[in-house]
């Protein structure tokens, strides 16, 4: 249940009633002047209790704290160089799979940048499939990630892994990513969400839409609400063509039910860069806040994910349309 407080009601009546609540027992947070008690679904309230309350929303979902319900506003994410959710906010996120090299970084975060990215992706530590296959630079590639994005005015978004390693990705980054071979993790999950940098949590492979949003409450438990939601395809029966799905359904269904702002990849979805581009429009046009895509200028020899990369000028043509398509929803409202 959400319990909507009044404004300026009697504070020692509240602490009367969370404890009462905490008795039964029940987990009871407090974020302003609402309650969320995810466990329990109703309470009988005193006459005095009732005096303080606002609005009882009674039978809320399990991420409660992630809900429209509970939060009926966009959460809006703000870094230095970019503003992530709300009405009227399109951010683009963009850069390479992994991060291969100082040099190579720093020529991808150009590219990136003049398609409009205000977010420099790369993996300093990469899930693989295969433990044969490249498994990132770890610290030095952080290092050359961050240079870059500073030296073009960006932000970076960056994927950890491991909860060992939250606070030293955390010194590197403005943003979490955590992978969708993550998305259950929750010791990791937990981690983050003692921190105070924004999270992007990506939806697993077999993640249903209930998944993700109770993944998003672990991060959200921790005290950290700085969360944005990846749709980057899921298994399905068939992967001959597309090496996932690509659930667009999923984004107004999450930014109906979340307040959280909601990003598509469309590289991790189709898996092969000439769909890229058209499953970018799609994404553009599903109403999601963001975009993120992979880019390399030798995709051939690329240390990872090569197939689904953009070269610069597909990346740079693909922008345009995208900031089109945006622009023709945005005249609609
Ligand atoms: C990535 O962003 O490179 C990545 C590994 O993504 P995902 O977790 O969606 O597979
Ligand atoms: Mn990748």
Redesign the pocket.
């Known amino acids: 249940m959400i319990i909507q407080l009044k404004t300026n009601a009697d504070e020692q009546i509240i602490a009367g009633l969370i404890a009462r609540l905490e008795a039964t027992p029940a987990t009871v947070i407090r974020i302003k002047n609402h309650l969320a008690i995810p466990e329990v679904k109703t309470t009988e309230l005193s006459a005095a209790e009732a005096d303080v309350v606002a609005e009882m929303i009674e039978k809320t979902p399990a991420a409660v704290l992630g809900s429209r319900l509970f939060q009926p506003e966009d959460t809006i994410i703000k870094l230095p160089h970019s503003v992530i959710g709300g009405k009227g906010n399109f951010t683009m996120m963009a850069g390479p799979?992994s991060v291969e090299s100082e040099e190579h970084v720093r020529k991808m975060a150009k590219v990136a940048k003049a398609g409009g990215a205000t977010l420099l992706?790369g993996?300093a530590y990469?899930?693989r499939t295969s433990p044969y296959s490249f498994q990132g630079l770890g610290e030095d590639g952080l290092k050359y990630l961050r240079e870059a994005a500073d030296e073009n005015g960006m932000d970076v978004i960056t994927?950890v892994m491991d909860e060992t390693h939250v606070d030293l990705i955390a010194k590197y980054t403005d943003v979490f990513?955590i992978?969708?071979?993550n998305m259950q993790n929750f010791s990791l999950l937990k981690a983050v969400g003692k921190t105070n940098v924004p999270v992007a949590l990506?939806r697993g492979l077999a993640g249903t839409v209930d998944d993700l949003l109770n993944a998003s409450e672990y991060i959200a438990a921790g005290g950290n609400h700085q969360i944005m939601l990846l749709e980057?395809g899921i298994r399905t029966f068939d992967n001959k063509y597309t090496r996932n799905t690509f659930d667009l359904a999923a984004v107004p269904v999450l930014q109906k039910l979340s307040h959280y702002p909601v990003i598509v990849?469309p590289s991790?979805a189709v898996g092969e860069w000439d769909l890229v581009t058209p499953m970018a429009h799609a994404g553009v046009a599903s109403g999601a806040s963001g975009m993120i895509v992979?880019i390399h200028d030798d995709p051939e020899h690329a240390f990872?994910?090569g197939p689904q990369a953009l070269k610069p000028d597909t990346y740079l043509k693909m922008t345009e349309q995208v900031y089109a398509i945006r622009q023709l929803m945005d005249s609609w409202e």
């Open positions: 799979c992706r993996g990469k899930p994927e990513q992978g969708a071979r990506k980057r990849d991790h992979e990872s994910d």
